[in-house]
């Protein structure tokens, strides 16, 4: 093949627990990753054979984004291009729609779509599994970024168990003007410290019986504890989506993004359209989960 396209879904935490911080440095966690209707579109062309080694050019639409080894498309590539030593020339060109450094996984997402579309594109064979196996190198995001859905992740994120789909809602997300450092979070929580922790299993329980207010009510994220400290501006969108009639709200990762949960299209869009025209939100978006197309 000398062309593919993959879709690069992004990603929300319905619930996300940090259990404690191991003695390699990285969380253990415990969490319920959902996918969502906004993607990155993710294209790979073949451009020839080479004589010896690889190259690999990425472009994208937003020039503020590596186009080098730090990009984690590039890597995603490379790895498999070295170990199936596939001696040619490829471009990755990829369409930025998730927004970026927000928490919704969208560096994650198109590294994922890049391990997709190289085994597609060269015939490699590897199984969901293997690439999850491959992934988990680059970013412990990435597994659950391959399989996507609904799904529990624990380990560091790594040890995933399918869920049912979520309860069908429409979820409105909006990113304010700030970007967060997901390592700075991670740095800063204090996980022996944490008094609340997320009813994870409650919320597997409302899922497995499309309980979508159970699942609503259950939202819970550890990682604002320190986030929202950090940056107010969080915990106000939150306040205003359950205002403008939200079931619930949270913030999605390690933020900033916030999304909330509604039961009723026009609520929905009435909070879209007010968080849109606010003076505090540089990306919303209305979308529902799974892996359907962003709805408006």
Do not use: W
């Not at 969490?31 to 004589?51: A, C, P, T």
């Not at 619930?248 to 039961?263: K, Y």
Request: aromatic content about 8%; proline content about 4%; charged content about 25%.
């Amino acid at each position: 093949m000398r062309y593919v396209k993959v879709r690069a879904h992004g990603k929300i935490n319905l619930a996300l627990d940090v259990i404690r911080k191991r003695e390699d440095g990285y969380h253990e966690v415990r969490m319920i990753m959902q996918s969502v209707g906004i993607y990155d579109r993710v294209e790979i062309q073949f451009m020839g054979k080479l004589n010896t080694g690889y190259k690999i050019d990425i472009e994208t639409n937003l020039k503020f984004l590596p186009v080098n080894e730090n990009n984690l498309a590039y890597k995603a590539a490379a790895l498999l291009m070295e170990e199936f030593n596939l001696k040619c020339h490829i471009v990755i060109r990829i369409k930025k729609m998730i927004p970026v450094a927000a928490g919704m996984a969208g560096g994650s997402s198109d590294c994922a779509a890049v391990l997709k579309g190289i085994n597609k594109m060269f015939g490699l064979g590897l199984s969901e599994e293997d690439l999850k196996s491959r992934g988990v190198s680059l970013g412990a995001d990435i597994p659950y970024c391959i399989m996507g859905g609904t799904a529990l992740s624990e380990g560091i994120g790594e040890i995933l168990t399918p869920l049912p789909p979520m309860p069908e809602c429409y979820i409105v997300l909006a990113k304010p003007y700030i970007n967060v450092s997901t390592r700075f979070v991670y740095t800063n929580l204090r996980a022996d410290e944490l008094t609340y922790h997320p009813d994870v299993d409650g919320m597997i329980a409302a899922i497995n019986n499309n309980d979508f207010y159970g699942m609503a009510k259950r939202l819970g994220n550890v990682l604002e504890t320190v986030t929202e400290k950090e940056y107010p501006i969080i915990n106000d969108i939150k306040e205003n989506m359950i205002k403008m009639g939200a079931v619930n709200s949270i913030m999605s990762g390690s933020g900033p993004t916030v999304f909330g949960l509604f039961d009723d299209v026009e609520r929905a869009k009435y909070a879209y359209e007010n968080l849109k025209a606010s003076d505090y939100c540089r990306q919303v978006y209305i979308t529902d989960g799974g892996n359907g197309d962003e709805r408006y």
